[in-house]
C-alpha cells in the first residue's frame, strides 16, 4: 500500500561558523493516510527541524537537507519545484506552530488571513474566500465567527488564536497536518479543548496528522503511533499504548520513569542523569550511551539500528528481537 | 496573641494551621488601575489580579499555587516579598507584618525570604561570573569576612546544588537550563532563608532535567528545612512536591487543602476540571476528560458572584448573585463553592451529551 507519508533517512545539518551540527541524522517514518503520528523528544532534539524539512521550510542557510527521501503522495518533496511547494503547502499540507501570536499577521483581520489561503490555492472571489474563512471558523468551534472573522489577532484570547490558526491550517482540507507543540502556550483548560479540537477534525477531515511535542501526556491523547527521538534520531517507534505499557529503550523508560504522575506519588523522582548532548560535540556510538546505565563497549563504538517489530522497533544493542517481540506481547 | 509589632495573629485551623506558621497572609489584594477617562488620567476601573488571599504556611513546608495564566499565582508570590507592593492586607513573618515595615527593616527581613524565577536565561546576568551571581546575596548582607571566605561560602553553595567548584569562574552562557536554574537556587540559598518563593522554576526546564531540580529541592528542604510557596501550572509536579496546594481561580483562592487528599478528591467544580485537563502519563480511556466551556475570563471584566460561573458545569442562579467564601468544610479542606459539599457533585464528563458538544466542539460544514 502506497503511504501518504514517506521518510527515509532524512539529514538536516546546520552550517554555522562553529562547524557542522547534525540537527536530523538518518530519521525514517512512513504515515497512511487519516493516521496520526506523535514526534516526540526534548529540546534540540531535532524534532522541529524534521518537520520543517517535511514542508522544505527549512531556514536556509544554515539548514540544509543532506541526505534522505521525502514521498508525499508518492511525489518527491525533495525535488520539487518551489512554485509546487507552494501549491502543496497550505492545500495538500499545512502547518501549525506553536505560537499563535507569530503566525497570525497583527495588521490583518483573522477573516483576511484565512481567506487570503482560499484565494491562491482556489481561485475563489474575495467574497467566496471570506465566506469559506467563516465557515471554517465556525468548524473549530468559535463562538460568533463573524464577528471573530472581522478581529485582529489581538482582540483574541490565547486559545481562539490558535483555533483560527487551526481554521486557517484546515481551510482547504489538508491532507497532512503537521502541528509543532500547537498546546504548549496554552493552559491547561484551554490545552485540554484544543486537543479535544483537533481529534474531531482528525474523524471529521480524515486528515494525516503529525504531532510534535514534548510531553508525552500530550501525545497519548491524540496519536495512533509515537516516534521517540533523541539527539537527532528515532530512538524508538511504536503504537502509543505500547510506548506507555512497554517501553524499549532505555531513554523512553527515563524518560516515563522522569515524569511526575498525577495518580501515584513517589518518595524521590528517578532521573536520567546528565544531560542531552549539545549538537556540536556528539558522542560516538549511539548518542545516548554516556547516560544509559545499560551501555557496554558496543555502545560507545557502533551506533544502533532500529531493531524489532515493523510495529514496535527501538535502536539500542541491549535489546534483542525476543526482548522487544516479548514487550510487545505484554503491551497487547 | 500578639506578634513583636502589636500586630494580632489569628491562630486558628481555617487556613490549615495548627502550630504558629512561620508565615501568615490574610486577605492579599492588588488591584491595578485601568487607564480610562480622555486622556486615561482617571482610573475608570479596577484589574483585580489578586482579590483577597489568605493562607499559612508552616516551616519547612511546600505550599503549591496553582491556577492558569492569569489567575495572580505569580502577582502572589511577588507580593509575599514586596517585589510587587500590594494594595492591602498583611502578611505576617514571625510575628512581623511585612506591609508596615520602612526600607531598611524589610531589607532586613528579606535574608529570610528569597525568589528563584522561572526562566534561568532572563535570572542571571550575562556579565557576571557565576561566583559573583552567587555571592551577591552574601555581599548585600555581608555575610562574609574575607575574600576567601566568600569564595568558600561560594564553593560550598555550588556543591550543594551538584555543580563543582572549577565551575565559578565561568558565565551564565556557558551552562545549560538546568545547571542554570541550579545557580539560581544556589543564589536563593546564599543568605539562608526560610521561605524560598519558587515561581515555575522547572516549567523551562526540559522532562528529564526537571526532575533532577525537583528532586534537589526537596534536598535542600529535608536539609535545611526551608519552606517553600512552589507556584506552577503543572499539577503532576505539584502533587510531586508539595505539601499542601492552594488552587487559585481569577485571583481568589477556590480550594486549600492537602495534596494527596486534593488529588483524590478535588471539591471545587474547577478544581475538578483542572485536574481531569492536565495530561496524563498514558492514555485513557476517552469521556474521562472535563472540557471546560470558554476562556479563563480577562481579570478586568470579573464575572458577578462566583467567577467561574460561566464556565462552571453545575452553575446555579446563586452564582451569579452572590460570591462563594472560602470556607472550611472539612477539617484542613477549603473550598469557595455554593456547592462544594464534603462529598461534592461531580462534574460529568459525558462527551456524548449533545448540548455539551455543541458549545464547546466542532461541527461538521
Redesign the interface.
Known amino acids: 500500500m502506497n503511504a501518504l507519508l514517506e521518510v527515509d533517512d532524512l539529514s538536516v545539518h546546520l552550517f554555522t561558523p562553529r562547524g557542522v551540527v547534525r540537527a536530523v541524522d538518518g530519521v525514517s517514518f512512513r504515515l497512511e493516510a487519516g493516521q496520526s503520528l506523535g514526534i516526540v523528544g ?2 534540540g532534539c531535532g524534532k522541529t527541524m524534521t518537520a520543517l524539512a517535511l514542508m522544505r521550510l527549512l531556514p536556509s542557510p544554515p539548514a540544509r537537507i543532506v541526505g534522505g527521501h521525502i514521498r508525499f503522495n508518492g511525489e518527491d518533496i525533495m525535488d520539487a519545484t518551489d512554485a509546487r511547494l507552494r501549491q502543496l503547502r497550505g492545500s495538500a499540507m499545512a502547518m501549525i506552530y506553536q505560537d499563535p501570536m507569530t503566525t497570525l499577521n497583527p495588521v490583518f483581520s483573522v477573516g483576511e488571513q484565512i481567506a487570503e489561503v482560499v484565494r491562491l490555492h482556489e481561485h475563489a472571489t474575495p467574497q467566496a474566500a471570506f465566506a469559506r474563512a467563516v ?2 471558523l ?4 468559535i463562538p460568533e465567527p463573524d464577528r471573530c472573522a472581522r478581529a485582529y489577532p489581538h482582540q483574541l ?4 488564536r490558535q483555533r483560527a490558526v487551526i481554521a486557517m491550517a484546515l481551510v482547504c482540507r489538508p491532507r497532512l497536518l503537521i502541528a509543532d507543540e500547537p498546546t504548549t502556550a496554552l ?7 484544543i486537543l ?2 483537533m481529534r ?2 482528525r474523524d ?1 477531515t480524515g486528515a494525516a496528522i503529525i504531532l510534535i511535542t ?5 501525545v ?2 491524540l496519536v495512533d503511533d509515537v516516534a521517540v527521538m533523541y539527539a537527532g534520531s528515532v530512538v524508538e517507534c511504536a503504537p ?2 505500547d510506548v ?2 512497554a517501553p524499549a529503550h532505555p531513554y523512553t523508560q ?3 520513569r ?6 501515584r ?2 518518595h ?5 542523569e546528565g ?2 548532548p549539545s549538537p556540536a560535540a556528539m558522542p560516538p556510538g549511539c548518542r545516548f550511551h554516556p547516560r544509559c546505565n545499560l551501555a557496554r563497549t558496543i555502545c560507545r563504538d557502533h551506533r544502533p539500528p532500529l531493531l524489532g517489530m515493523p510495529e514496535h522497533s527501538a535502536a539500542c544493542w541491549a535489546l534483542t528481537e525476543f526482548e522487544l517481540s516479548i514487550a510487545h506481547v505484554t503491551a497487547a | 496573641m500578639l506578634g513583636t509589632n502589636g500586630i494580632r495573629i489569628v491562630h486558628c485551623t481555617r487556613y490549615g494551621c495548627l502550630m504558629p506558621a512561620l508565615l501568615a497572609v490574610r486577605d492579599l489584594v492588588k488591584h491595578y488601575p485601568i487607564p480610562g477617562g480622555a486622556f486615561g488620567r482617571r482610573a475608570a476601573r479596577q484589574l483585580r489580579a489578586v482579590d483577597g488571599v489568605s493562607f499559612d504556611l508552616q516551616p519547612g513546608e511546600t505550599l503549591a499555587l496553582v491556577g ?2 492569569g489567575c495572580g499565582k505569580t502577582t502572589t508570590g511577588r507580593m509575599l516579598l514586596r517585589l510587587t507592593e500590594p494594595t492591602s492586607g498583611r502578611i505576617v513573618l514571625d510575628g512581623e507584618d511585612l506591609l508596615g515595615m520602612g526600607r531598611t527593616a524589610l531589607r532586613r527581613r528579606r535574608r529570610e525570604l528569597q525568589i528563584v524565577f522561572q526562566d534561568p536565561y532572563a535570572s542571571l546576568s550575562p556579565r557576571k561570573r557565576v561566583e559573583d551571581i552567587i555571592a551577591e546575596p552574601l555581599d548585600v548582607f555581608r555575610l562574609y569576612r574575607n575574600k576567601n571566605e566568600r569564595r568558600e561560602r561560594v564553593v560550598d553553595l555550588l556543591r550543594l546544588v551538584g555543580l563543582n567548584a572549577e565551575q565559578l569562574r565561568r558565565y551564565p552562557f556557558e551552562f ?1 537550563g ?2 542554570r536554574q541550579r545557580i539560581a537556587i544556589a543564589r536563593a540559598l546564599a543568605p539562608g532563608p526560610r521561605l524560598i518563593v519558587a515561581d515555575e522554576p522547572v516549567s523551562a526546564l ?7 531540580v ?2 534537589l529541592m ?1 534536598d535542600l528542604q529535608e536539609r535545611f528545612g526551608i519552606a517553600y510557596v512552589f507556584i506552577s ?1 503543572d ?3 505539584v ?2 512536591i508539595a505539601h499542601r496546594v492552594a488552587v487559585m481561580y481569577l485571583g481568589r483562592l477556590v480550594e486549600l487543602a492537602n ?2 487528599v486534593l ?1 483524590d478528591a478535588p471539591f471545587h467544580p474547577y478544581t475538578q ?12 480511556p476517552r469521556g474521562q ?1 472535563i ?2 466551556r470558554g ?2 475570563p480577562n481579570p478586568a471584566r470579573i464575572p458577578t458572584g462566583c467567577g467561574f460561573h460561566p464556565r462552571c458545569p453545575i452553575a446555579a442562579p446563586i452564582c451569579r448573585e452572590q460570591t462563594p467564601v472560602l470556607s472550611e468544610l472539612l477539617p484542613g479542606r477549603l473550598a469557595a463553592c455554593h456547592f462544594a459539599r464534603p462529598f461534592p457533585i461531580p462534574v460529568a464528563a459525558d462527551r456524548n451529551d449533545p448540548a455539551h458538544r455543541e458549545t ?6
Open positions: 526534548e529540546s465557515e471554517a465556525h468548524q473549530v468551534g484570547s490565547g486559545g481562539m493552559d491547561v483548560t484551554i490545552q485540554a479543548q479535544d479540537l474531531v477534525l471529521e514534548h510531553d508525552l501526556g500530550v497519548a491523547d502509543v499504548a506507555f505499557a527515563g524518560l516515563l522522569a515524569m511526575p504522575s498525577l495518580e506519588k513517589l524521590r523522582l528517578p532521573t536520567i544531560t542531552v | 492558569e495564566s545549560s538546568g545547571q526540559d522532562v528529564s532535567i526537571q526532575s533532577q525537583v528532586n526537596q501550572h499539577l503532576a509536579v502533587r510531586h495534596t494527596d488529588f476540571a483542572l485536574f481531569s485537563a492536565a495530561p496524563a502519563a498514558g492514555p485513557r476528560r472540557i471546560l476562556d479563563v464547546h466542539g466542532a461541527r461538521s460544514v
